[in-house]
């Protein structure tokens, strides 16, 4: 398992070589999220993401282990960027790895669907000059309903 919060961008090829670097993984399944240039109908200039050092961490290799023990999976990479962000910047990568690809794209997308609600990070779009603080969408969060988590 890597669980890593930087601000350095990352290589998706060397994190797929890692992950598929098991001879028993018979799947990988990837997921790369970049800074888009609208959102909700507003153009969007830049982003700012920030987070609470450790404890977004802790929750990260919380969730995954989650997922670990619903799915079997053998390994997870979850990278996620902070700091100030251009359009086109890549901003989280999230790998699985495993036997079947079923249970990877589940897994993947349960990490993501956490992502996108739960973990600690706040995320702040510059529109027009302005900062605009984000939250999460109705969407994400009917997304995240489907994996019956207890808070």
Excluded at 46 to 53: A, D, R, T
Excluded at 77 to 96: A, S, W, Y
Excluded at 110 to 138: M, N
Aim: proline share 2%; glycine share 8%.
């Amino acid at each position: 398992m890597k669980i890593s919060v930087q601000t350095e961008d990352f290589d998706v090829q060397k994190e797929y070589a890692k992950l598929k670097a098991n001879p028993h993984a018979g799947a990988v399944v990837m997921f790369v999220g970049n800074v888009r240039d609208i959102n909700e109908g507003c153009t969007i200039e830049k982003m700012s993401l920030e987070h609470y050092p450790g404890m977004t961490e802790k929750s990260l290799t919380k969730i995954v282990k989650e997922a670990q023990e619903r799915w079997h999976i053998q390994d997870a990479t979850v990278i996620h960027r902070v700091g100030d962000l251009e359009i086109n910047d890549q901003i989280v990568f999230v790998g699985v790895s495993g036997g079947h690809r079923g249970e990877c794209f589940d897994a993947c997308e349960f990490i993501i669907d956490y992502l996108k609600t739960e973990a600690p990070f706040w995320k702040k779009e510059t529109i027009d000059g302005k900062g605009k603080w984000v939250d999460a969408r109705e969407s994400d969060d009917e997304a995240m309903s489907k994996w019956n988590l207890c808070k």
